[in-house]
């Protein structure tokens, strides 16, 4: 029977939050986990992947780790527009939650990677971010830390020289599968039958969201668990100004540089122009220029600020950008177009969307 690890946040520890095991419970509102068979999961492969995953000395000044970006007391985020590295460099991106990151198909806000696996690798040779040169630094501390190689052998049953980043990356998914959050008010009123556990202002909202806000075309409900999106890429204009007047030559250049074989994930977050491309920057097709992946919206009153860039601040902000319908640019999505919310209804949406929040986050 598949093993469903589920992080129960109740228990505040040393800044960390304290990780429980249960068998088939699921979180209500929540599908189950997709774990890949090339890595199951098992508790003692996510306690080292925890290990891993907040340890500093994966950096080439010694300052940043995966929880310095996604730190579980800010909601796995950094709560900056733009996410920091070493030496405080700033990136070109707003770090995305971890939580519920398992149900996406694809990783980062272009998708540039497919799974948690590969995704996980990518900071660490990042300038911006980690810093390093190569992976072998990350392997050369393992191997030359007092408990890291017991706990490869324990796990995985290699020896200190057998130990690559490959089994790096696979303890860090494993505990990334664990970050998951349901049973929010939302889904105690709709998938738990308790019409007593929102709002009546967010029970008006949820209406909102599914109609004349039309949220749920690209976030979404189904009818036994909502991970609220598409898991596909959009163009909301958000940026695209950045670009605009200068994009064929903008994306010329990042053509030839890519067909180079430049590295994309060093591109996106050390050049501006180079991070408001989207979608485009992986699939190099100008119909998937300024798209951006569909991020979930649980808990999102703990992931601000908002949007691929950071830009804004408030859940009002987003409700009214979106209102507006977006920013107008020449490959804005046809289905982002003006809502003409009320007041009311744009209040509605917000009290919707608090109602999201998961009890282990709830400040």
């Known amino acids: 029977m598949r093993l469903i690890i589920l992080l129960m946040l109740c228990i505040v520890t040393s ?53 310095t970006c996604h730190d579980p007391l800010k909601g796995f985020t950094d709560h900056l527009p733009v996410s920091e590295g070493v030496g405080k460099q700033k990136g070109t991106r707003n770090a995305p939650t971890v939580i519920n990151a398992a149900y996406y198909t694809s990783q980062f806000w272009d998708g540039r990677r497919p799974d948690l696996e590969s995704q996980s690798k990518d900071p660490l040779l990042n300038p911006i971010e980690h810093g390093l040169k190569d992976h072998g630094f990350v392997i050369n501390v393992i191997r030359d830390d007092a408990s890291y190689p017991a706990s490869f052998k324990e796990v995985f049953g290699v020896t200190p020289e057998q130990i690559t980043i490959d089994h790096v990356a696979l303890a860090i998914a494993s505990f990334e599968r664990t970050v998951i959050a349901g049973d929010s008010p939302f889904d105690r009123y709709l998938y738990g039958g308790d019409k007593t556990a929102m709002s009546e202002s967010a029970i008006r909202g949820l209406d909102v969201f599914r109609n004349n806000g039309r949220c749920a075309d690209c976030h979404k409900i189904d009818p036994k668990s909502a991970i609220f999106t598409d898991n596909k890429f959009h163009n909301l204009g958000v940026g695209f100004k950045r670009i605009e007047a200068n994009m064929f030559d903008i994306v010329e250049k990042f053509r030839i540089a890519k067909n180079e074989g430049n590295n994309i994930d060093e591109n996106v977050l050390t050049n501006a122009e180079a991070s408001e491309l989207g979608r485009f920057a992986v699939t190099l097709d100008t119909q998937d220029l300024g798209r951006f992946k569909t991020s979930t919206i649980r808990n999102i009153t703990v992931t601000g600020p908002f949007m691929h860039d950071g830009s804004q601040k408030t859940l009002e902000e987003v409700v009214d950008f979106y209102n507006q319908g977006g920013e107008k640019n020449p490959v804005l999505d046809s289905g982002i177009r003006p809502l003409n919310l009320t007041d009311q209804e744009k209040k509605d949406l917000v009290e919707f969307m608090k109602a999201l929040t998961s009890p282990q986050f709830v400040m």
């Not at 699921?26 to 003692?44: H, R, Y």
């Open 15 to 67: 800044g960390w939050f304290e990780l429980a095991f249960a068998g088939d419970k699921q979180p209500l509102g929540l599908p189950p986990v997709p774990i890949p068979e090339a890595n199951p999961q098992s508790p003692e492969k996510v306690a080292l992947g925890k290990q891993l995953y907040e340890d500093k000395r994966f950096s080439s000044d010694g300052t940043v780790s995966c929880s």
